[in-house]
């Protein structure tokens, strides 16, 4: 029903990613965020720094099929990394 879909905007969540990508615990999870990636014009990866660093046992995406992470002010330390592989970033400012 997913593949039906046109989304202009993807936000997308996750458990857990790192420099190899989007991974989650549930393989149900990891389907339906592939599937909603596909027909988005546009996936951005919104997560709190916490999540950053830590991998799952299914993968969902690579992060360069990402348009943007926007993450909170925690990742600072890994932008410049992120960055140079010429993935977008940007940081929420503290509530």
């Known amino acids: 029903m997913l593949e039906n879909l046109f989304i ?9 990613w790192n420099l190899r ?11 339906v965020k592939q599937a909603v990636a596909r027909v988005s014009e546009k ?11 830590k991998m799952a046992n299914f993968r969902v995406m690579p992060l360069t099929e990402l348009d943007l992470i926007i993450s909170d002010e925690g ?18 400012p503290p509530v």
């Open 21 to 31: 990508g989007l991974s989650t615990p549930n393989e149900n999870k990891a389907i």
């Open 75 to 92: 990742l600072s330390d890994s932008v410049e990394q992120l960055t140079s592989q010429k993935i977008a970033v940007e940081l929420a």
């Open 43 to 53: 996936c951005i990866l919104l997560s709190d720094s916490s999540k950053y660093g």
């Open 8 to 16: 202009d905007v993807a936000f997308i969540s996750a458990s857990s």
